[in-house]
């Protein structure tokens, strides 16, 4: 009896080692899983579900495979993937949740988010992400041609590597008082979120009783699961090759 969590993926094509890493994870690791839970950027971007790209129809399969076998799969989007569609969803057996979004977990309220809402001193990032929450906004993108939503997509992906090599990583990571406050407004005590990159699981005192956050890892170097059961949390890794 387990519950998987898995996020920042940053599928491309330039990197069939992950998707290899992923297909295998899904069809031989996550079997028999209370549920999987993707907690955002499965891709590297996302211009669209009508994008025909076939890594996409890859990951699709391998999702839909699993869900077949009777594992409940959810996916809460990322700030690279946030585009990700319905259709998409239906396609690879997913259910789209909110962010953040509280689910209980063995008998305990957990909340879960992408996590880039808790980087709050990132003031120039939460501002780019206000923008592209706005339903016009996107409506506006998804009817412009695919190519040349492709081509946005690769100047804002170059535009945010070279802002991102200037930012201090105290600003990258999560705002612990944001933190707090999320967990406040939403009565948990656990919270499990991706984005930053930093897998690790924080102990702390909220309010005077224990509280504990569980950081997802990327999957650049190694694939990264958080294996949750009745009895306890725990950080995997998984061999890429």
Same mark, same amino acid.
């Given at each position: ?13 330039? =990197? ?11 069809? &031989?690791? !996550? ?5 999987? %839970? ?22 699709? /399969?391998?999702?839909?495979?699993? #869900? @077949? @076998?009777?594992?409940?799969? %959810? ?11 319905? @259709? ?8 789209? +949740? ?5 689910? &209980?977990? %063995?008998?305990? =309220? ?5 996590? /880039? ?5 990132? &003031? ?15 409506? +506006? ?5 695919? #190519?040349?939503?492709?081509?946005? !997509? ?6 945010? @590597? ?10 990258? /990571?999560?705002?612990? &008082? !944001?933190? *707090? ?29 224990? !509280? ?5 890892? *990327?999957?650049?170097?190694?694939? #990264?699961?958080?294996?949750? #059961? ?5 950080? /995997? ?5």
């Amino acid at each position: 009896m387990s519950t998987l969590f898995i996020s920042d993926i940053h599928l491309s094509q330039g =990197r069939p080692d992950m998707t290899a890493a992923l297909v295998r994870f899904l069809a &031989e690791d !996550a079997p028999g899983a209370d549920a999987l %839970y993707v907690l955002g950027d499965l891709f590297e971007f996302w211009v669209g579900d009508d994008d025909p790209n076939p890594l996409h129809r890859e990951v699709a /399969d391998a999702f839909l495979a699993l #869900s @077949q @076998q009777g594992v409940p799969l %959810y996916f809460i989007h990322g700030n690279r993937d946030f585009l990700l569609g319905h @259709q998409f969803a239906k396609r690879a057996g997913m259910t789209l +949740l909110g962010d953040p979004c509280v689910i &209980e977990l %063995y008998g305990e =309220r957990v909340l879960l988010s992408h996590g /880039d809402l808790l980087c709050t001193r990132d &003031e120039g990032y939460q501002k780019f992400r206000r923008i592209t929450q706005q339903k016009w906004l996107r409506w +506006l993108f998804l009817r412009l041609p695919l #190519s040349r939503r492709q081509a946005i !997509a690769h100047k804002m992906r170059g535009q945010s @590597q070279m802002e991102n090599a200037h930012k201090s990583q105290i600003i990258m /990571d999560v705002t612990p &008082e !944001a933190v *707090d406050e999320m967990l406040r407004q939403h009565g948990c005590r656990l919270m499990i979120h991706g984005h930053t990159h930093r897998p690790a699981i924080h102990d702390f005192t909220l309010d005077g009783r224990a !509280a504990r956050r569980i950081v997802l890892g *990327d999957w650049f170097e190694q694939g #990264s699961v958080l294996v949750c #059961s009745p009895a306890g949390q725990r950080l /995997d890794t998984r061999a890429l090759g």
